[in-house]
């Protein structure tokens, strides 16, 4: 079945929290921008250590690669999968 676009925006995307969630984020690019700790077009992204949007606190955010940022699992923990820690709820394969 393939993916309805409109109908996750207009159920999702669209919401209030989800626009003021939005809108957060782009206000902590914005803001490392002005502190040239990014620049346009350098292929980074912006993590929140918290995983909260709307904390845009200087000690709340780090620039990583895109890799690495949208590699990590938020609902486990933020780790990133590989780095040597452990992630609760993720049990490794088992070799049969």
């Not at 993916?3 to 902590?28: G, I, L, P, V």
């Amino acid at each position: 079945m393939a993916r309805n676009y409109r109908r996750e925006y207009d159920s999702y995307h669209s919401s209030a929290k989800q626009k003021k969630n939005r809108a957060a984020r782009n206000a902590a690019r914005n803001s490392l921008l002005a502190d040239g700790r990014v620049t346009k077009g350098d292929r980074r992204d912006v993590h929140h250590r918290d995983g909260d949007p709307t904390n845009n606190s200087s000690s709340n955010l780090v620039v990583t690669s895109r890799k690495t940022n949208r590699s990590r699992n938020m609902s486990a923990g933020g780790q990133v999968r590989g780095s040597g820690k452990a992630i609760q709820g993720i049990r490794p394969a088992r070799h049969i």
